[in-house]
């Protein structure tokens, strides 16, 4: 008897507790959305895509604006998935609290160089190798990129251009896959992002850089050993500048040959 009372207790504890459950739950999801957080991770502070009342815009555009209505009747996976159609947006995650408060954390993409092609056409490249639009709101400090090229936004913006080299006819018909490359590289070191304003793709010389301090250009060619020209150009900076002048003295400096950088200094003009 006492085994069979215990367990009628138990029956109606569970009971109980599955009821105060579904009627806490009902309560919960007929409360209204008090609150909207929005936070937004740029990873790059500088870079100001997107801000708090873009994404309260977007939402009330979208007839989608949490605030006042029943939890019940706001979708979360529909929310997620019409914040990520935002160009600007990596990552999204919407959750609601026990006090009915709704927050959206966002991940913004970080860009690493503006593109311009031969038709004039802007977007960016993010640092996942992925192309982005061009954004009359703002526009990013980064690397600019032009010359003689024709690559366009909308015949390549689904491509992960960090995963190019599975693809041997697309490495063949684009030239972004090397501009990815170069700029890649350009970011990833301090220095080198500070310095270098601009990446052209010339018919004769293949790639060249021009650099933020100094008037000279810098020749890479094509992109065949980029840590090895790049190492060779610190060298140049840190010693080669203190031996043979300054940074303005030169037109060029050439990075394709093995081994050495050829230098080519400015003709001084004495009015003879």
Not at 205 to 227: A, Q
């Amino acid at each position: 008897m006492k085994k069979i009372l215990m367990i009628g207790l138990w029956v109606v504890f569970t009971i109980g507790l599955v009821f105060v459950m579904s009627f806490a739950s009902r309560a919960h999801s007929r409360r209204l959305c008090e609150k909207l957080n929005i936070l937004i991770d740029r990873k790059d502070e500088q870079q100001q895509f997107i801000k708090e009342e873009d994404v309260r815009k977007f939402l009330s555009d979208h007839n989608k604006m949490p605030e006042g209505k029943e939890l019940a009747d706001v979708n979360v996976p529909d929310l997620e998935n019409l914040l990520l159609t935002n160009p600007a947006v990596e990552s999204c995650e919407v959750f609601m609290s026990v006090g009915g408060d709704m927050t959206i954390k966002i991940k913004q993409r970080r860009t690493i160089a503006r593109i311009i092609n031969l038709e004039n056409e802007s977007y960016y490249i993010d640092d996942r190798g992925m192309l982005m639009p061009w954004s009359e709101e703002y526009t990013s400090p980064v690397i600019v990129v032009n010359g003689l090229f024709a690559d366009s936004y909308g015949a390549n913006y689904d491509h992960s251009f960090d995963n190019i080299d599975a693809d041997s006819a697309m490495k063949t018909t684009t030239m972004l896959d090397d501009i990815w490359q170069i700029t890649k590289r350009i970011d990833a070191d301090t220095f080198l992002r500070a310095q270098m304003t601009q990446l052209y793709l010339s018919p004769d010389k293949g790639f060249e850089l021009v650099p933020r301090i100094g008037n000279h250009i810098i020749v890479l060619g094509d992109i065949s050993d980029l840590d090895e020209k790049f190492t060779k150009l610190f060298i140049f900076y840190r010693d080669g500048l203190d031996r043979t002048g300054n940074w303005n003295d030169y037109t060029y400096i050439d990075l394709q040959y093995k081994n050495q950088i050829v230098c080519t200094k400015k003709t001084i003009n004495n009015g003879i």
